[in-house]
């Protein structure tokens, strides 16, 4: 059994359907229910199986229910953290905006280390499995504009680090995929639908 996070995205969609290819059992979630209904079936059609578990990652509440639904499931193989939201602000425009920090903070590092804990602990006491968190190429190299999108990765970037060595010790691994730009409509907005040198989801 795999949890997929930010499931219905760009990358998350195509990864669920290759994961599906290999006949796994995924856990979906993301904050939209028919979309997460539309990728279970396709996900069913290419040879998987899915349950889904619409959850918004800014929520807490809503992230310690959803643990509790993963785990009436079972203990998953692996946690692939991919829910992620960004804002392009330049400085001029942050002034009076601390609140965009907070709304980051909730999809990219509190929700996903809410999620993250309540799953590893199950899986430290069977002794395997894995986390997988897909941060960004912004952790290594801040850039203007990006400010409280490369701090809130960089969080969580940092917290899976400081924890990796204690994980290992108890049979789970913890992978960081740090993601150059990726052409998905999350980008869209600020390079286009087809920027140039950026990676697709299928790359």
């Not at 990864?15 to 990728?39: I, P, W």
């Not at 913890?174 to 950026?198: D, N, Q």
């Amino acid at each position: 059994m795999i949890v997929l996070t930010g499931a219905t995205g760009g990358i998350g969609a195509a990864l669920a359907l290759r994961l599906a290819s290999r006949g796994e059992h995924l856990v979906l979630t993301a904050r939209d229910h028919d979309r997460l209904e539309q990728l279970a079936g396709q996900v069913h059609a290419a040879g998987g199986t899915a349950s889904v578990h619409p959850c918004d990652m800014r929520d807490q509440e809503a992230v310690t229910d959803l643990v509790r639904q993963v785990l009436a499931e079972g203990v998953p193989d692996a946690v692939v953290v991919l829910a992620g939201h960004s804002i392009r602000r330049r400085l001029a425009a942050s002034f009076g905006r601390p609140h965009d920090l907070v709304r980051l903070a909730g999809t990219n590092m509190l929700g996903p280390a809410t999620l993250i804990l309540g799953l590893l602990e199950p899986m430290c006491a069977r002794g395997s499995g894995r986390v997988v968190a897909v941060t960004s190429a912004a952790t290594r190299i801040p850039t203007p504009g990006w400010a409280a999108y490369a701090a809130t990765k960089s969080g969580l970037d940092t917290w899976l680090r400081a924890l990796r060595p204690e994980a290992a010790a108890r049979g789970v691994g913890m992978s960081i995929v740090e993601m150059p730009l990726v052409a998905t409509a999350m980008a869209a907005p600020t390079y286009g639908a087809s920027p140039r040198g950026a990676m697709t989801e299928y790359s």
